[in-house]
Each structure stands twice: as C-alpha cells, then as structure tokens.
C-alpha cells in the first residue's frame, strides 16, 4: 500500500460540488490542464506522394468546411469548437451537392493552379517536416487554397460577393522553389534548427499584423465577421496543424491527478485554494507491476440505450515524467483514431486509385503497430515539462474511447480507499467540522477503518503534517 494526494478546495469538496458526500473524483480534460504543452508530441510528417496528396486534400475539405461554417454560423461556439473537423473525409460530406462541390476545389487547387506537383516536391524532401515547418509551408500556399475554395463557393452563390476577395497568394512556381530551398536549408543541421525557430514566430507575427490592422480601422470590438476573417485569411494553418496532431493520433484522454507529497506550499496555495482546502489521503494497491500500484474506481463503461452503464474500473498509477523530451511520432504512420475504412480511402489511397506504401507497413506487423501506438500515447500522457516538477504529480490516465462529456467526467470511490484528510493552515474551522461531519454519515456502517485527520503546520523551519490524535 502507498499513500498519494489530491488536493481541492472546499467549493469542490463540500460547498458548490459536494464531491466528498459524493465521493467523486472529477476527471480532468486536457483542454483545461494548467499546462498549455502537455500531451505535446514532437510530431513529424514524412510520407510518400499518395499520403502528401492526401494531406493537401484533408486541408482543402476542412478549409471548405470552415469557409461554409463562416457563411452560415452566427455564434463564437460554432466558430472556435465545431469550424474544423480532423476526422472529416469527403465521404462524410451530406450530400453530393457538397461532395460536387468539394471536388471542384480540388480540381481549382490541383489542375488550374498548378499545385499538383506540390506534393511530389514534398515526399522527395531530404528530412521529415516538423509542426513550424510545415505550418510554414501550408502558410505559403494557404491564399491559394483559400482562393479555390472561396472561387467555388462564390460560382455557387453560396456566399456573397462582398465577402473579402483572396489577394497576394503565391503561385505554384514560387512555392516550388520555396521547397527547393528548403531541401537545401534541411542539408544543413545548424540552418533545419534555424528553420523551425523562425517558422515558430510567423503565425504569431501574421496575426498580429491582422488584429493592428483591425485596431487602426477604429473598431470597438472584434466582431464576429472579422473573427471569421482571422480564422479564413490567417490562424487556419497553425489551428488546423494542432487539431489534427490533437484528433488522428490518439483518442481523448483524461486524468485522475494526485501528488506523492503534500508539503509543498505552491500546491497548496494552486489547488487547494491558498491553503484553505484539504488534501485527501488515498490507498493505492501496491499489488502490482506498476511502481504506484492501481487504484480502483467505479465510472461508465458504457451504454445500453440511451442510459450510461457503470461498473469497475481498475486503472493504473503511473509517475509524472519531468525530464524525458516529448516523444517523436509519425503522422501518417499513427492515424490511430480513424476506422480502417475511412483511413484507407481517405489517407491511404488517392481517388486515382495510387495506394501508399505505409499500408503494407502496416498491415505487415498490426500487433507492434499498435504497441508503437499505445506505448506513444503512455508516453505523452504521462509527461510534463520540467518547470511543473515541484509538483510530484501521480495520474491515472483513462482513455476516453465513449466520448465524455462534462456530467460522465466523473468517477466515484469506495470510502474504504480513504486513509485521512489533511486540512490546510488556513482551512476555516466550519469547514473542518463540515469535511469531518459528511466523512462520518458517509461510514456510518463502520464497515472501514477510521479516516485519520492532519493538518499543516510551519515549525519554523519546514512545512509538514501533523497527525490530530483525538482520545
């Protein structure tokens, strides 16, 4: 057995969320962890023509797609959640009015505009593309991509002609010789790292730009229309990078968090609101491989119907790495969320009928396929940069194969799995007696030891816990 931490504040706990008359535990997304990297993964592209045409072809569909969601969408939410949609194929378009539409993009972009030897160019580059560096590269041929889909779109009469019009793109010859020379700079290690740093800096630079612009015109705001403009004209290749690394490679996740320790101030004052919370004190089961044991919880595991169903969950406890780098991942070999189907017609095969020699890679060894791909996905979940160290963080790590939302983030805990509680320096004494007051009506059959009571204190020196004996 190994005691772990986890730290809330009373509002969680007993006031607005009732979490320990519940004996709840909220799982935590990645969209709201602390740290804006975690779940990075260094990942990089680096693939034949088919699954380069292939690229090109998922920017254009999402980039027509948001095009469409501009015209028709009158609300934020829309805009910032559902605009793109990594896992969307042209098989998933509604009808084939769209799917008509969508191929003429295609045909604007590949066959008028010359951009059909792009992605030649691409798979004879001499080193893999990393995230700034391709961001830089789809950045180039953006306004042209942006032209054929607005062109289509406007031929259509599917948004109107004042919608703005797409100036200063670069012709297919100009970012010909953009990769010739990037082939070049890769040759060169000092120039590869010199690369990437610069690409890091143009999209922050570009939009920027835009919202000075914005700002000089005299707006109060910025409306809607003009966040559409931003999405349109200058964020989408740096938003769609980051959606797809984010969707296609590894299902969403969530976290248990807990801390080896609870004497150290900062998480104190982080998470347990300025030292006025608790930190609950849990058992883990040491009964196993894993240094941290496991730890037992009941949550959904699935439905019948409409209705959740709910049983046991046994889930490992595994140590925050702080010092590994992120792990390297390859794009198109880790498309690990899409169905084998949709993964063959949309990324593996060309509608030329071109099939990529990852497919027989792949389909060699799928057993150590999937290994590569559950070993990535341990790894990036369980890493943090070094700066959070002090934190001493044990998760569990719960992949979200049901789609969780908010009200199904939620597990519950036998009472018996609670070793105490430590109150804070500054916890009010109601809200002790209310924490002790739901801890006794919650074993009230007596079924399971006493939950024993610390609380931190500063002896001048250090800052530690001491135990609250009553007799």
């Known amino acids: 057995m190994t005691i772990i931490y986890r730290f809330r504040s009373m509002d969680n706990l007993i006031h607005e969320y009732s979490e320990l008359e519940k004996q709840e535990l909220v799982l935590a997304s990645p969209r709201y962890f602390n740290d804006p990297l975690e779940g990075y ?12 045409e292939n690229l ?64 030649s160019s691409l ?16 950045s180039v041929i953006h306004r042209s991509a942006l032209g054929s889909v607005l062109e289509t779109l406007r031929t259509s009469g599917m948004i109107p002609e004042s919608w703005p019009q797409v100036t200063n793109s670069t012709d297919s010859e100009t970012v010909m010789e953009i990769l010739d020379d990037l082939s070049v700079a890769m040759a060169d290690e000092v120039e590869e790292q010199w690369l990437e740093s610069v690409a890091s800096q143009a999209a922050p630079l570009n939009s920027h730009a835009f919202l000075q612009q914005a700002l000089q015109t005299g707006v109060e705001q910025l409306e809607l229309h003009k966040k559409k403009e931003h999405l349109l004209f200058e964020s989408f290749p740096d938003r769609y990078i980051r959606e797809i690394c984010n969707s296609l490679i590894h299902t969403n996740w969530h976290t248990l968090c807990f801390a080896k320790e609870c004497t150290s101030p900062p998480m104190w004052a982080t ?24 730890l037992n919880v009941t949550g959904r595991t699935g439905w019948q119907g409409s209705e959740p169903i709910y049983g046991e969950i046994t889930a490992s406890l595994y140590a925050v790495d702080y010092e590994s780098p992120p792990p390297e991942v390859d794009f198109f070999r880790f498309l690990g969320t899409l169905p084998l189907p949709k993964l063959t017609s949309a990324w593996h095969s060309t509608p030329d009928g071109e099939t990529s020699e990852i497919v027989d890679e792949i389909l060699e060894d799928q057993d150590t396929w999937r290994e590569d791909l559950w070993n990535h996905f341990h790894s990036m ?54 924490v002790m007051k739901t801890l006794s009506e919650n074993n009230r059959d007596g079924d399971s030891s006493p939950i024993e009571f610390y609380e931190m204190v500063f002896d001048g020196t250090n800052f530690r816990k001491v135990k609250l004996d009553v007799y």
């Open 381 to 434: 979940s369980t890493r943090k940069l070094g700066q959070w160290e002090h934190e001493q963080e044990v998760r569990m790590v719960l992949p979200d194969l049901l789609g969780s939302e908010d009200s199904h983030r939620k597990v519950t805990y036998d009472i018996s799995q609670l070793e105490g509680v430590v109150f804070g320096i500054r916890t009010k004494p109601e809200d002790r007696f209310e």
């Open 56 to 119: 090109l072809r998922h920017y254009l569909l999402n980039l027509h797609q948001v095009a469409i969601i501009c015209a028709l969408s009158d609300d934020d939410e829309t805009l910032n959640e559902y605009a793109i949609d990594p896992k969307l194929t042209r098989g998933d378009l509604p009808t084939d009015h769209y799917r008509h539409h969508f191929d003429s993009v295609c045909q604007s972009f590949f066959d008028k505009r010359g951009f059909g030897r792009i992605p």
């Open 41 to 52: 993964q260094d990942v990089f592209w680096e693939g034949d023509e088919v699954l380069w």
């Open 271 to 294: 998470y347990a609101d300025e030292h006025r919370g608790v930190a609950l004190m849990f058992r883990a089961d040491r009964q196993t491989d894993e240094p941290w044991g496991e």
């Open 123 to 138: 798979s004879s580059l001499p080193k893999p593309l990393k995230r700034k560096s391709l961001q830089l590269v789809l």
